[in-house]
């Protein structure tokens, strides 16, 4: 089992910026991928960007590129995501998960384990 929790959402201006964290317990994440997936207002799922937790490959959404981050410090066991420049869609509550492999991180049903979600609300 992996522990996930996630924290520092929030509310942001558009063309701020936020920082999520997410902190994984449980068990060694060396063959883990550590995903950010956000949920819109009646939308489904999106894969926002994903890391191999062993190589530190960076996987996103064009949606997000340029202007998210996703890193890991491995003495922490946590997984950040930067967001800058934020619009008002991004809009979402903002998942941090974890899978076991690195196949098709961008496969949002792939993911085993989840934490509660973070709230971000971007105000235009």
């Known amino acids: 089992q992996v522990q996930l929790v996630e924290s520092g959402g929030g509310l942001a201006q558009a063309g701020g910026s936020l920082r999520l964290s997410c902190v994984a317990t449980?068990?060694?994440?060396?063959?883990?991928?550590l995903a950010w997936i956000r949920q819109r207002p009646g939308k489904e799922r999106e894969f926002v960007s994903a890391?191999?937790?062993?190589?530190?490959?960076?996987f996103y959404n064009y949606s997000v590129m340029g202007r998210f981050t996703i890193s890991r410090d491995g003495a922490k066991n946590t997984v950040y995501l930067q967001m800058n420049n934020l619009r008002p869609e991004d809009t979402a509550v903002y998942y941090c998960?974890?899978?076991?492999?690195?196949?098709?991180?961008?496969?949002?049903?792939?993911?085993?384990?989840w934490g509660q979600g973070t709230h971000v609300t971007v105000s235009s």
């Open positions: 998960a974890a899978r076991l492999g690195s196949q098709r991180p961008e496969a949002v049903d792939e993911y085993e384990y």
């Open positions: 449980g068990r060694t994440l060396t063959s883990y991928t």
């Open positions: 890391i191999l937790w062993h190589t530190a490959l960076t």
